[in-house]
């Protein structure tokens, strides 16, 4: 019998114990050089070890330069997660032997990180909760090491661009009690470090990166079980799977009498499942002791301050601003801010076009509707973002088509057949509805016509409707509009239909 049926009829005997989950995120700060040399961080598109220089390679004699601007960027994030900004600080050496560390030991910090004690308010289910930060502290990354397979056997290359790239790494408390508030916690807390501009927050480009400790205790107990350390986990949707697996997995041993271990498990994408990596039933000694080439670093309040006075709009501020100014019902209002590029979308979209006979909320849903429909909706067929999409059609363009459809031009059900030839083709809106002759019919006499025509096809819904069932109505302007091909103004079909039903 498979683990997943196992599972599933032991859920009802393992429903007396809780789930545990703390996440430690690290994210790549954007900034133009490394953490501690004048290397370039951008290394995405560079050949193999051309970023590189004695410092970030770790040659005998150098001595490692602060990057003020790294720091900067972790109180700001420390500010913005509600903790306390040390006023001392100071980097350490965190010693492990391993190929991706040319020095053999990773300059980090340990018992005096730029920030401590902090929170990060989360929505699940509707209910909110506030989860708690340990710390936010600052590190270098290491190199990368490339695995590849010939004919003579394995080996592995390493390519040192990465290495000394400014990390930031945030350790969540273990408050979380399910795969969702995990996934909502990551979701939110890289939402704020894209409104901050301090991390690209993207997963799938290891930007930000992410390992869980789950383990599980009794209800109503202190005493957790072994904890388990979770790695190999590129997007929200692996987070969530490993956390749903993982979870299961404990009880299953549990309830089957087995003993749990403490060690670190690789989730594994394509058998949707975690393995085992190698055991930590002791803790591993780092060795950590004071970086000898660094200084402490006095972080004074006036710098604190300084930082404070430049922090953005967050995603929760514009979100009440989004309801209040824009007259948006918080579902929209959620949505559109989640992500920056897509709040930024929206603002410009109403910066542009003329308001016709809508209010501002009544253009403003008219908008978030098409973004939260139609845009969305060809971004996630093309598996493409919003900064992509908005080289296909800008804001102004949007606003142009969308005026069409307030003016009566076009229908809303042609404006978004219109919307897709825009993104396949970059022509603009006029000359496609121009030459595809999708101009909106508003003339009476001309949809009287067609009118006539569908009544007599369709005589059991005409007598349906005569006897009382107005539902019937509907079906009938649906029959026109297909007639129409979506051209009919609608308002003006069913005002039509309904006289000439009524007459007789």
């Known amino acids: 019998m498979s683990l997943s049926v196992n599972i599933a009829i032991l859920t009802d005997t393992a429903m007396n114990y809780e789930t545990i989950i703390g996440l430690e995120v690290h ?3 954007l900034t133009r050089s490394k953490m501690f040399c004048r290397c370039s961080a951008d290394y995405a598109n560079a050949p193999p070890n051309t970023h590189v220089c004695p410092v970030c390679l770790g040659m005998p004699g150098v001595l490692p330069v602060i990057n003020r601007q790294a720091v900067e960027y972790v109180i700001m994030t420390a500010l913005s997660l509600n903790c306390t900004v040390a006023g001392y600080t100071k980097f350490d050496r965190k010693n492990y032997p391993y190929p991706d560390l040319m020095k053999g030991y990773q300059i980090s910090q340990y018992d005096a990180p730029v920030s401590n004690t902090g929170w990060l308010g989360i929505e699940v289910d509707g209910k ?3 989860v708690g930060i340990i710390r936010v502290h600052l590190e ?67 930007s930000f990166r992410c390992d869980a400790n789950i383990s599980i205790r009794p209800e109503n107990s202190p005493d957790t079980l072994a904890k388990v350390e979770v790695k190999n986990m590129n997007s929200f949707k692996a987070v969530y799977q490993a956390m749903e697996y993982e979870a299961k997995r404990q009880r299953q041993a549990v309830a089957e009498g087995k003993r749990l271990v403490q060690e670190t498990r690789g989730w594994v994408e394509a058998k949707g499942q975690t393995v085992s990596q190698r055991s930590k039933e002791f803790a591993h000694d780092y060795r950590y002791f004071p970086e000898p080439d660094l200084p402490p670093l006095v972080v004074g309040r006036d710098w604190v301050e300084t930082v404070q006075a430049r922090l953005p709009e967050l995603p929760e501020a514009r979100r009440d601003r989004f309801m209040e100014e ?13 992500a920056k590029a897509l709040a930024d979308y929206f603002e410009e979209l109403m910066a542009t076009g003329e308001p016709h006979r809508l209010s501002l909320p009544e253009r403003a849903k008219l908008g978030s509707n098409f973004i939260l429909g139609e845009v969305s909706r060809i971004m996630n067929v093309n598996s493409i ?26 229908s809303a059900a042609t404006c978004k057949s219109v919307l897709e030839e825009m993104f396949n083709t970059g022509r603009a809106a006029a000359d496609i509805i121009r030459e595809r002759g999708l101009g909106q019919i508003s003339d009476a006499s001309e949809i009287k016509e067609i009118i006539i025509e569908v009544i007599q096809t369709n005589a059991p819904a005409v007598a349906d409707y005569r006897a009382g069932k107005t539902q019937s109505l509907a079906f009938l302007v649906g029959q026109v ?13 069913g005002n039509l239909l309904k006289q000439k039903l009524e007459e007789g």
């Open 385 to 410: 973002d919003i900064a992509d999409f908005r080289q296909k059609v800008s804001p102004k363009q949007l606003s142009g088509l969308l005026d069409l459809n307030c003016e009566g031009t076009i």
């Open 481 to 493: 509009m297909r007639a129409t091909k979506g051209r009919a103004n609608p308002k003006l079909v």
């Open 128 to 130: 909110e909760k506030k």
């Open 27 to 29: 994210a790549q700060l």
């Open 140 to 206: 270098e990354d290491v190199a990368k090491l490339i695995h590849r397979t010939s004919d003579s056997g394995s080996y592995s290359l390493m390519d040192v661009n990465r290495a000394g790239v400014p990390l930031m790494e945030i350790v969540g408390a273990p408050d979380l009690r399910s795969p969702e508030e995990a996934r909502q916690y990551l979701i939110k807390l890289r939402s704020i470090l894209q409104y901050l501009g301090v991390s690209t927050g993207n997963m799938e480009e290891g």
């Open 326 to 338: 824009y007259g948006l019902p918080l579902y929209d209002a959620n949505l559109l801010t989640g």
